[in-house]
């Protein structure tokens, strides 16, 4: 008998990769706080739950991709109250690794099993279902949780054991910090050099320069399209995430505290692609 499963929190990154799921045959409920957002997926077969705990009393496995630890947390807590023993709850948000190894132990403790299940590739990732996938557990539940969620993954790997998942993301964003960094001085230098801009972009993109940042946010700099994506208020939320857990190993960031200093001067809700518009801004002294 095929698996009842659930997924909660509809954004950008969740909306479609729930799509998936229902998309390749499964029997989908979904919830999000805003309800509007759960449409979609409706529209693609899901069926839509009145409450977080009517998800969990009515799925085998559920799929979380919410914002923060505590947003986690608190679905958890209401996920929880009616799930049949045994349920596999998998969180694909990036949350601070501590809490990933705390939630591991407390949901073991109730009878329950849990992956933290990380994902990269940005928002066409999840669109195009092909995300890669750090996941932290059990081998035979993390085992579980790749063979479901293979409609929306390009690469899915065991990283270890409760919180591994979590600390390779830390990994991942750290090195994404670094690569955005490098496309937005590059690219602003070219500009104040008097060069072609989308011809930089074009050749310096094709050799030992190039990333999975020039590729997806240098059309989004050529075109000064700062809308999300991957919000910069995400992107620092992690980056917090990051400190803290160096602050724990003794590890150092310097690079990711830069980033994230000057993404203070960069709104919000724009893309983090627009640390090229910082980047013009300022002169060599500053």
């Known amino acids: 008998m095929s698996k009842k499963l659930g997924f909660v929190g509809l954004g950008v990154m969740g909306g479609p990769m729930a799509g998936h799921l229902a998309k390749a045959g499964n029997e989908v409920t979904v919830w999000n706080r805003t309800a509007a957002k759960a449409e979609p997926v409706r529209e693609a077969g899901a069926t839509v739950a009145g409450s977080l705990a009517d998800l969990g009393a009515a799925c085998d496995i559920v799929f979380l991709c919410v914002s923060r630890s505590e947003d986690v947390e608190a679905c958890l807590d209401e996920l929880t109250k009616h799930a049949r023993p045994g349920t ?47 996941c932290g557990g059990a081998p035979e539940d993390v085992d579980e949780a790749i063979e479901t969620m293979k409609p929306y993954t390009k690469r899915a790997a065991r990283v270890g054991g409760p919180g591994a998942g979590q600390m390779m993301k830390m990994a991942n964003q750290i090195a994404v910090g670094g690569a955005l960094l490098g496309l937005c001085e590059c690219l602003s230098f070219a500009k104040k050099a008097g060069l072609d801009v989308k011809q930089a972009h074009e050749l310096i993109g094709s050799g030992a320069g190039g990333s999975w940042a020039f590729e997806n946010y240098g059309p989004k700099i050529l075109n000064a399209d700062w809308s999300p994506g991957f919000t910069v208020k995400n992107q620092r939320k992690d980056f917090a995430y990051c400190r803290e857990a160096a602050k724990q190993l003794d590890a150092a960031i310097p690079g990711t505290d830069l980033v994230d200093d000057l993404l203070g001067n960069v709104k919000d809700d724009w893309t983090t692609a627009a640390l090229y518009d910082v980047m013009l801004r300022m002169g060599a002294g500053d």
């Open 88 to 134: 596999l709850f998998v969180d694909h948000s990036t949350i601070a690794p501590a809490v990933a190894t705390k939630l591991h132990g407390v949901l073991r403790e109730e009878g329950f099993r849990f992956v933290d299940a990380p994902i990269t590739g940005g928002s066409m990732g999840a669109q195009k279902g092909q995300l890669t996938i750090f």
